[in-house]
């Protein structure tokens, strides 16, 4: 009988008991522990202390069985009350409950474990690879996107312009701002790279340029907005994640009521005549050969004649091209090559070619950056301030004036009529006849004005020769 009662004790097992705080803290390394809390039967929790290079850890184990072997998973590092990347007694019992369950659906814990990990790696790609995006699509980049969109209709011209500002004024000025994200630029970004221009610590305001920045800017940001389902945006352009046009949320009516008035100053005959010796004293070349050349074509824009390359001059007219108002691809605007704007052309031509360094394609341009317009209107304004000093003028003028005051000669003083002018200088031709039917070149029309153009400044400065010999230094009289 004794015998039978040591039988049964001998075969007879506890179940663990639930764990406690005390029990895993008095744990020796290399040691493990059932949890009693949670039942067998479709896996069990366990508790392992184990000796590490940073010191002894705690780890909680779930062990199941898979096809008749035993499979143990490492589901947590243990810590006494909640902490990051840790389970408490609590949370380890619920996620060992959960295991179970899915244990008992014949679902794989460490195969579910997998998949879990591969949809991490995943989603971190995916959020690297979007981090990487974003760092890429910033605002310069978007600007950079629109003149590309600009080159791509062939408006060389306007994305000259356009490239010359970003550069300038933003990438240059604002280098933090132009590494952002485009879809983090709000309007006040926008404000504050305008108010470098016209804010009101600025002395010399450059209004007409923050206007046309401004402008710039918002198609830029209006091309990527759209780029998504335009077919025909460039393929830069898209992906910027923009909601919005935070340039065309800045106010341009003020400075537009400010700069962008029409202007009214027209120079007498005297005062041309006095400009144009002040030209001719110009020390730069290039300035100096590209505003004789404005007059010798009658008055032309200076921004249309800096974009002059080789092959827009031909044997008798050269091809300007005018980008203004809202054309998909620049007008074309020919002109003919009178003897006189020939003459200018090649020693241009001549003056880029002496340049070793010079491989642009562009006419005014030196070591192969072409001339900015801005250096022009520089050009015009010391002139303007010279013959206000020494009394040659009634009142300051700027670039716009010249070409204002030659239409205004070209109708008042050699009746030339106003379609005539309006072909020559390439403006009012928008409407429907001119767009759709009238696409005449009008080269005698345009070589008969020119000539006459031109005759009447010969005859300008050839019939008061006593004066040649005033004209003040532009730099001594500044």
Known sequence: MDRDNSTQSAVRRSAPKPLTATAIANLRAGKTLA???????????????????????????????????????????YSASAA????TQAQARERAAQLQAMVRKGEDPAAQRTVERHEIKVAQAAAVAKMREAQDKTLAAMLRAY??????????????????????????????????????????????????????????????????????MAAAFKQALGASTDPMAPASAAGFGLTSNPAAAVPATTMAAKFNRAGERVLSVDELRRYMAHVDALPSSFQRLALRLQLATGGQRIRQLLRLTRDDIGAKSLMLYDPKGKRQEARRHELPLIAEAAELVDAVINLSQADDENESPILFSARGAPMAAETLSAAVHEISA?????????????????????????????????????????????????RHYDRGAYLETKTAALRKWNDFLSDLCIGHPEESGKVVSIRRSA
């Open 84 to 87: 990051e990347g840790c389970l």
């Open 147 to 216: 003149v590309a969109g600009l080159r791509s209709r062939d408006k060389h011209g306007s994305a000259y312009d356009a490239a010359n500002m970003f550069t300038n004024h933003v990438e240059r000025a604002f280098p933090d701002l132009a590494e952002l994200p485009a879809a983090s630029i709000r309007p006040e970004h926008v404000t504050r790279i305008l108010s470098r221009l016209v804010g009101p610590d600025v002395e010399d305001k450059k209004g007409r340029t923050a206007l046309k920045l401004r402008s710039c």
């Open 386 to 434: 010279a013959m206000v000093h020494s009394g040659e003028a009634a009142g300051t003028f700027r670039g716009g004036d010249i070409r204002r005051t030659v239409e205004t000669m070209l109708g008042e003083r050699l009746g030339i009529d106003k379609d005539t002018r309006a072909q020559l200088l390439s403006h009012g031709l928008s409407g429907v006849q001119d």
């Open 35 to 77: 949890d009693g809390a949670v039942r067998p039967g479709a896996g069990s929790l366990k508790i392992r202390k184990r000796q590490t290079t940073g010191g002894v850890v705690c780890e909680w184990l779930f062990e199941y069985r898979r096809d008749g072997k035993p499979v143990r998973q490492s589901i947590g590092r």
